[in-house]
């Protein structure tokens, strides 16, 4: 009886379907890249609340956004790309005086002007937006004040650890070992204590 | 004569394409794995305006929100102004918080707790819209959201 040997199966055409595959699903892809400006939100009202504490005039500070997208800033229009300083050396001032009341800002390098905030932990930016403000706009006010903090997170960190805070902060989920990463937790919130985001928003009256 | 004759001239074997299937569905796998279908279709326009102090999203325990106008099909119920979207379907104010439960009840249990709301806004809308859902989200009790941005120089 003859042997037949089986016909060797042509592979010459598996290519071509892999290609074809492959091109349906570099098609489809969306690479993710989502990024943003993380923020919190205050808590729910509590009708039971104790009412806040009154808060100095000279630690805030003070940022409106109109419905022409026009910049107001303690009181004076201001351009977008001077907010950011502007917000720096309000945050930086650390005007408290030595062995007063408030405690001394010892790491701040502003111009300890008294008539500024006291202490980066008593600075309060409040941040006021008309309802028919752009929302590019209203990103680009958040993205500046996140700056100035970033800025000075990014100096402090650089003075006590020799890093900067932000990269950091974004190679933290690349960190191999969870004690590594824990370590840089915990030296990321010194940090940020040091320069804690205070952000208050309020919509604009209408009338 | 020689034993080890040369066969034929200078001649090149033809190169082998033996392993070409194999590349291919080595980048086959790639893409395949590196994929996220979209499970949104979006009804609203939606250009992200730019920023650039961002921070990453931990992409597992968010839930989206999109805020825009209404794609040409749907301005005839919706009108012009810009709409809220949660998960496929176009939601008002009121019933924000219902539908927000509702995506994030569809998360794994112990991420939760921790959910982040990502607002992907169009650069077009009003803050008015971004200020409702806000307020709907604090009384909600969603502390954490995100503003998704495009990267790029938010001052010109």
Redesign the interface.
């Known amino acids: 009886m003859a042997k037949r040997s089986a016909p060797e199966i042509n ?2 055409s ?2 071509d379907i ?2 074809l ?2 091109i349906f ?2 098609v ?5 890249k ?12 509590d009708e039971n609340a104790p009412p806040p504490p009154k808060i100095k005039d000279k630690n805030l500070f003070i940022v409106l956004v109109n419905r022409n997208n026009d910049l107001l800033v303690e009181g004076e229009l201001m351009e ?2 001077d907010l950011k300083q502007a917000a720096i050396d309000f945050l930086d001032n650390g005007g408290a005086p030595r062995g007063g009341e408030i405690a001394y800002c010892d790491y701040c390098q502003g111009e300890r002007n008294p008539s500024s905030s006291d202490n980066p932990d008593k600075a309060i930016i409040s941040l006021t ?8 706009m ?3 006010v ?3 004040l ?2 100035a903090y ?1 800025y000075l997170r990014d100096r402090e960190a650089q003075r006590l650890f020799g890093w900067k805070y ?1 990269e950091k ?2 190679s933290l ?1 690349q960190m191999s070992s969870d004690a590594q990463r824990e370590k840089a937790k915990e030296q990321l919130k010194q940090i940020r204590d040091l320069f804690p985001f205070i952000l208050t ?1 309020a ?1 604009a009256k209408q009338n | 004569m020689s034993k080890f004759k040369k066969k034929g001239g200078g001649e090149l074997p033809p190169i082998s394409t033996a392993s070409l299937p194999d590349i291919v569905f080595m980048l086959l796998f790639f893409f395949m794995v590196a994929t996220v279908l979209r499970k949104n279709n979006l009804k609203v326009d939606n250009i992200l305006p730019p920023a650039n102090q961002t921070e990453k999203l931990d992409k597992t325990r968010t839930v989206f929100i999109y805020v825009g106008k209404p794609k040409d099909q749907y301005v005839k119920g919706r009108g012009t102004e810009a709409n809220i979207q949660i998960g496929d379907k176009f939601v008002d104010i009121p019933e924000l918080k219902a539908a927000i439960f509702e995506e994030v009840n569809k998360l794994r249990d112990e991420l939760r707790s921790k959910v982040v709301v990502a607002l992907k806004v169009d650069e077009g809308a009003n803050t008015g819209v971004v200020n409702d859902v806000k307020k709907e989200l604090r009384e909600a009790n969603l502390p954490k959201i995100i503003y998704i941005t495009t990267q790029g120089e938010s001052v010109q």
């Open positions: 592979a010459g598996m290519a892999a290609f595959l492959l699903f570099l489809t892809t969306t690479i993710d989502d990024k943003g400006l993380l923020r919190q939100l205050p808590p729910p009202i977008l790309k937006s008309d309802r028919l403000t752009d929302y590019d209203y990103v680009a958040q993205n500046e996140g700056a970033n932000t902060n974004a989920t928003e919509e």
